[in-house]
Each structure stands twice: as C-alpha cells, then as structure tokens.
C-alpha cells in the first residue's frame, strides 16, 4: 500500500494552536501511562463539578464494571450554559439559519438560559421527573436544543429520535425506552420538502398507549390534527411557567441520554451515556481536535438525530462556551452554494461536515464555491465514513483554499467522542487517514484471533482501555451491551470496523466488518432492511448487502425470494422499496433489487452474505471458499441475473 502524501499543517495555525506535536506525543504518552491522574486533571480543568469524585476510574474492560469519577456530582445543563453567564451572558449561543435563507435568529446565553428554565418547568409541570426518558422528534430548529437541555438540567433522559425516521421507527425507540412524553414540531422544513413530524408521532403513538403528553412546536402556519387530552402547543406552555429552575444535581453514573442505532443484528440499540464521563470526554475533545478558540464560530451541519449532533452541535461546543451554528436546511438548497454562503454569512472559523456532502457539493462543480470567499476558516472536519483521498484533497485545496486543517474523526455513537483524528498544530496531515489517537485512546488492530497485526496489514479495530466517553450500556439490555462490543476480544472493546495502520502511527479506517451498512454516513443495520422486506407479506427471503456509491458511500442491494405464487414486476419492486421506507424511512431506500429464486446457503442453511455481497458487486473474479454451499447452481443464477455490470 503506497503512503499518502504529508501535508504541513499551515503556519497561522500552528501559531495559535492549543498545542504542538511533542506535547501531543508527551500528553498521550502521560495518558496512558498513568489515566487516572490524566482524567482527574482533565475533569476538574474542563467542567464545573457540584461534588467531586472520589475516585477517577474504577473497574475494567474485563469485569465490564467500567465507572468514571465516581461519586462525583455535576449537571449537564449547568456547564454548558449557568456557567457562561457570567462571562458570555450577551454572548450568542445558538445562530440559527432556517431552511429559508431569509430565515434566522441569534439566541444568546442568557436567552438560551431563560427558554431552558422555563421549558424545564414546562417538563415539570407535566410529570416528568429525575430519570424519566423524554422522546423528541424534532426538525433543527432552537427548541431542539432547548428541550435536550431542558432535559438535562432536571434530569430527565432524552431520546432524540432522527426526524427523518418513519412512524414505526419512533414507536420502537418510545416502546424500547417507554418514553411517557414527546417532543415534536407541527412539520419540519428541508429544501423543498415539507416532513409531517406531528402526524408521523400521531401515528406511532397509535401504539404507545403510555405516552400521555405531546407537546408541539408550531414551526408553520399548516393546521394538524389535534387531539385535546394529549396535545399542547409549545409556544402556549412556556408562558404558563416561572424562568426559574434549579440544576439537579446529577451523579457523574446517571443516565444523560438514549441514542437508538443500528447493530448487525435485530432491532437498534439504546446506546445510554452517563453525566459524568461523557461530558469530560465531549468537553475537551472538543477543544483539542477543533482548535476552539474564543469567540470562533463553530458549524456542523449533522443532524441533532445522530450522536455527531449530542456531542459536537451541543454538549462539546456549549460546554466550552462557543458559538454553535444550527442550521435547519439541506445543502443544495435553494443552490449547491448554500454552505459557504452561510460560511461566509456568519464568518463561520470551523466548520464540520461528512463525506457524503463534501462528495455530492464536490460533484456540483467548483464554481459554487469559489463564488464565495470562506475566508473566515481555519479548521475543517469530516466524520461518518472513510473519506476518499482525492476527496479529502479537494475539501482541503477547493474549500480550504490550502489555508485550513482537515480533521477526519474516527468515532461511533457509543463511543461518545472521537477517538481518532488530527490535532490541528500537532498532526501532519495525511489525506484520508483518521490519524492519531486521541488521550487516553488506545486502539490496536488485531487478527481473527485477536492477535495483533504487522504495519500496513489490514485487521479489526479494537480498544484496549477504558475512557471517559465511552457507552455505560445498552439501555434495557446488559447482555447484549456485553455481546456486542466485548464477546469478540474478550477484554477490549470491539469497533466493527477494519482498519490498517501505517508506519507512522497513522489510522486508515476501512469500514464495517459486520452486517452494518453506512449509506451517506447514516447507520443502517442489513437485518433491519431485511426484516422491512419480510413485513410485506409477499416476500419469502431477503439478504441486504452493500454496494459501493459514488455519493453516498454504500448504498443497498437486496436479494428477494417471493413466495412461491407470486410472480415478480416492477410494480411489486416499487412497492417493496415503499415498504421499506414506510417501515424504516427515507435514509434505508434500497437502490436495487434482484429477484433471486433462491439464497445461497450454507448446508447448515446460513445465508452466505459474502458471496451475495460480491454478486451484487460484480466482483466475481474471486469468490472464495464456496465447498460449503448446499446448491452451487443457486449462485450461477445469481450471477447471471446481477444488475451491475
Ligand atoms: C461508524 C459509526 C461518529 C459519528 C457519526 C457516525 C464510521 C465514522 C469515520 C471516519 C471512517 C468512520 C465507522 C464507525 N465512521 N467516522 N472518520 N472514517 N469511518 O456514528 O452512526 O455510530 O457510525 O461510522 O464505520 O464504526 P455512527
């Protein structure tokens, strides 16, 4: 594997850095050597504690009994905004861009504060209390941010559900969490589109016979229905309340939030972060890996759906006191140059995105973004899948105009943070690679039998050590927490992803190596499409696999057995892809469909994926080990009626 090029970070950056390479490498030397004394000073240096722990870290990986700052007290809410006021109180928190380019609002500090407290109060008024999961299904807009915070300032436990995920997806995650209380909005706006948000909840809720309260914020002039028992309207609620609410303390072990994603098997999983560890952790990543300085504006244009919107929209940036940017609309709308107009109408310094979008604006041409001037820039990030080398250039080059950092982060929902990235001032960069670890990260690549690799050979992407950021569980279900991140390599966590890394300590992320695909950076479980598939009754088998995309990264490739009386028409694909969406929603649209008469199976009757995946590529020079398939002739048909070529 030939090495990337080494790009020298540029020089106005390197001088205002937080720090250098050799601190780098004598900080993350100190942080693994001894990470108690590392953490401890981290945590008391970057969030404001009511109690402090006693202790900084105690249990292992190998007793999964992993607990940080234990004892210690604090809240969530308290550091990212009580303790700005004196300082930033005028100070703007939130800038807003609407979908509509006309459309925008600042909200500072003590704006925020106030709407905080008294949405708070509104929680109260209804019931929820200290450890309640609260389900918010919201487009990007303030509220979004002001109900999470809300949350967390009294102690309840959101469960912010994608506003892009369908009714059944919402019922599941209120189900899984027995959520008692939603958060919607009347619709949500996004580049022509217009999302029914309150009646996708109507809809799930028709199942959800626990939940008592909806509350709604009226984001258009359009009427839904309503039902009077249950509904409220925001705007009407937040008059009704005092601007008074104090912080609950919170042990540094008490569930902050739920964040349902996918897994390779079953239905997505309640990845549940506590207060403590998680807010050390988001805090000074931050910090580190975007270079903030004071008074910089800070945009990424995740959703608040996804993890990257928990830690580095909200809890990583207000914690630290910055400026983070929420913007509501889509990146080609109403023209392929709306992220670096809005770059330059803010004078956005860092600024956050995935692949998938840098590739489709990338595709648009040039010209949309030499049409601006995205002077304002130092630091520009990308997170979510593998970022293409030349890609990676052009982001750098085109957007950056050679001037700024590329941090590409390597993280995972539960991981809380990014683990893998460059500091900008300390990393040179290379194209492509996630890089360095992060403090106190200690990442290995090993072989199937968990023994590690040579230089430049690819293996699996494990982590040896605790650190604060880190899952405390899957909510509901210990035993699948253990199974699905420390059966593997007992001991160690298990990423799900391949990786080599290079002669210079440099991390290349390759992908999954589970039955998890990443469509435009989203998170989709193979046996969550294929049981979407399996709901219409016409279907008798279907097997999910990847196929590589030129925008989005992967995209879906199903193979569909029909029952035995139904005969296959393009009408009945059309529906099945419906089905899908209807079930899951728009991200898990599959692009193709290949009837297949039959699955190639194993004798012992297991689907072998490996062979459909390299089917659906056309990539048939190779197709391994096929001795154990119980009717070779299966995989000849499938070959023959592939729909790449
Ligand atoms: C999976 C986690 C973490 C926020 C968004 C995704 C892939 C993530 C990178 C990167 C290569 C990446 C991995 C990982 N991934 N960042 N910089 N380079 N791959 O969170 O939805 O939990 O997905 O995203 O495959 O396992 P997520």
């Keep these: 594997m030939t090495d990337a090029k080494i790009h020298p970070v540029p020089a106005n950056i390197v001088q205002r850095a937080h720090i250098t390479e050799t601190q780098y490498k004598e900080m993350y030397a100190r942080s693994l050597k001894d990470p108690e004394a590392f953490w401890g000073e981290q945590a008391q240096k970057f969030i404001s504690w009511i109690k402090p722990w006693e202790k900084v870290l105690t249990g292992d990986f190998k007793n999964l009994n992993v607990q940080w700052f234990v004892n210690g007290q604090l809240n969530a809410c308290y550091n990212c905004i009580d303790r700005h006021l004196p300082k930033r109180a005028n100070q703007p928190a939130i800038i ?15 704006q925020l504060h106030q709407q905080i407290c008294r949405f708070a ?57 027995d959520c008692r209380i939603v958060i919607t909005a009347n619709e949500g706006l996004r580049g022509n589109k217009i999302i029914p948000l309150k009646n996708n909840v109507d809809a799930a809720l028709v199942d959800c016979p626990n939940v008592k309260t909806v509350i709604v914020v009226k984001r258009t002039e359009n009427t839904v229905d309503w039902n009077k028992t249950r509904d409220r309207w925001y705007h009407e609620e937040m008059t009704t309340v005092s601007t008074e609410c104090p912080c609950e303390p919170m042990d540094a072990q008490d569930p902050l939030y739920i964040l349902y994603t996918s897994g390779s098997t079953g239905k997505p999983k309640g990845i549940l972060h506590v207060t403590g560890g998680y807010m050390v952790y988001v805090t000074m990543t931050y910090r580190y890996i975007f270079d903030y300085h004071e008074r910089e504006i800070y945009w990424c244009t995740a959703d608040v759906g996804w993890v990257t919107g928990h830690s580095y929209i909200i809890y990583g940036p207000l914690s630290n006191g910055a400026t983070t940017l929420i913007f509501e609309g889509a990146p080609n709308y109403p023209t392929p140059a709306r992220y670096w107009e809005i770059i330059d109408k803010y004078s956005v310094n860092i600024f956050y995105t995935s692949p998938t979008a840098i590739r489709a604006l990338r595709r648009e041409g040039d010209v949309w973004v030499k049409s601006t001037s995205r002077k304002s820039l130092r630091i520009l990030g990308t997170v979510g899948e593998p970022i293409n080398p030349e890609v990676w250039e052009w982001y750098y080059q085109v957007v950056g105009n050679n001037q700024c950092v590329v941090v590409d982060t390597w993280w995972q929902t539960e991981t809380g943070g990014i683990l893998i ?15 360095w670890p992060f403090f106190g990260i200690k990442p290995a690549i090993v072989d199937d039998h968990g023994q590690p690799v040579a230089i430049n050979t690819l293996g699996k992407l494990i982590i040896t050590q605790p ?32 990786a080599r890394c290079d002669e210079h300590g440099y991390f290349w992320i390759v992908g999954r190596n589970d039955d998890v695909l990443k469509v435009s950076g989203h998170r989709i479980g193979t046996a969550e499409v294929e049981n979407a598939f399996l709901q219409a009754n016409i279907v008798a088998e279907a097997a999910v696999v990847p196929v590589p995309h030129d925008i989005k990264g992967e995209s879906i490739y199903a193979f569909i057995t029909l029952k035995p009386t139904i005969k296959a028409n393009d009408t009945l694909k059309n529906e099945l892809i419906q089905k899908v969406r209807d079930i899951i929603g728009a991200i898990a649209t599959p692009d193709y469909i290949q009837w297949a008469d039959a699955l190639p199976k194993t004798r012992s009757g297991k689907i072998m994926r490996r062979l459909l995946r390299k089917i659906a590529c056309n990539d048939l020079a190779d197709l391994g080990d096929t001795t154990t398939l119980d009717d070779p002739k299966v995989v000849e048909h499938l070959i023959q009626g592939r729909l790449l070529r």
């Design 96 to 110: 807003w861009e609407g979908n509509d380019p006309s459309e925008s609002a600042t909200i500072t500090y003590a």
């Design 121 to 177: 109060n509104v929680l109260k008024k209804h019931n929820v209390k200290k450890g309640d999961r609260v389900s918010i299904y919201m487009p990007m807009v303030p509220e979004v941010v002001i109900a999470m915070l809300a949350c967390a300032r009294i102690g309840a436990v959101h469960s912010v559900v994608f506003a892009g995920f369908s009714p059944d997806a919402i019922k599941d995650r209120i189900l899984d969490a």
């Design 421 to 435: 990235s460059p500091l900008p001032g300390a990393t040179p960069l290379k194209g492509g690679s996630a890089s």
């Design 467 to 498: 650190w604060p950021g880190i899952l405390q569980t899957i909510y509901g279900n210990r035993e699948r927490f253990i199974n699905a991140y420390f059966n593997e390599f007992p001991g160690n966590y298990f990423t799900g992803d391949d």
